[in-house]
C-alpha cells in the first residue's frame, strides 16, 4: 500500500514520523529516540536504494538544526515493512470522519 510520510522533531528531541495512506484517511504516528534509530530501521527494510536515500533526505531536513516539517515522501510498505519501521502499531490519532 503507498503511505506518506513525514517527519518533524519534537521539542523534546524525539524524530516524530507520521504515515497515512491518503490526505483524509487516519494518520499513525510513531517517535524515536533520534533519528539514527529510525534510519537504522529503514536500512533493513528492504526499500530499494532510491527510496531509502529519499527517506534518510527528509528524515535530515525533518529533524535538521530548523525544525521544519518534511513532508511528504510516499513509499510503498508491506505490513512487515510497516511492522519493521514501527508505524505498524504506533498510537492512531486522527480518524477519518464519517
Same mark, same amino acid.
Given at each position: 500500500? =503507498? ?9 523534546? +528531541? =524525539?524524530?516524530?514520523? *507520521?504515515? *497515512?495512506?491518503?490526505? *483524509?484517511?487516519? @494518520?499513525? $504516528? ?8 529510525? =534510519?537504522?530501521?529503514? +536500512?533493513?527494510?528492504? =526499500?530499494?536504494?532510491?527510496?531509502? @536515500?529519499? $527517506?534518510?533526505?527528509?528524515? @535530515? $531536513? ?7 516539517? *518534511? ?7 508491506n505490513d512487515h515493512q510497516l511492522a519493521l519501521l514501527r508505524l505498524g502499531t504506533a498510537r492512531r490519532l486522527h480518524?477519518?470522519?464519517?
Amino acid at each position: 500500500m =503507498l503511505y506518506r510520510l513525514s517527519f518533524n522533531k519534537t521539542d523534546e +528531541g =524525539l524524530l516524530r514520523v *507520521s504515515a *497515512s495512506t491518503e490526505p *483524509s484517511s487516519e @494518520q499513525v $504516528i510513531s517517535m524515536y529516540d533520534d533519528d539514527q534509530v529510525f =534510519l537504522h530501521l529503514v +536500512g533493513y527494510a528492504g =526499500l530499494g536504494p532510491e527510496i531509502e @536515500q529519499a $527517506i534518510r533526505t527528509a528524515v @535530515q $531536513i525533518g529533524f535538521g538544526p530548523a525544525n521544519t516539517p *518534511s513532508c511528504c515522501e510516499e513509499v510503498e510498505l508491506n505490513d512487515h515493512q510497516l511492522a519493521l519501521l514501527r508505524l505498524g502499531t504506533a498510537r492512531r490519532l486522527h480518524p477519518p470522519a464519517v
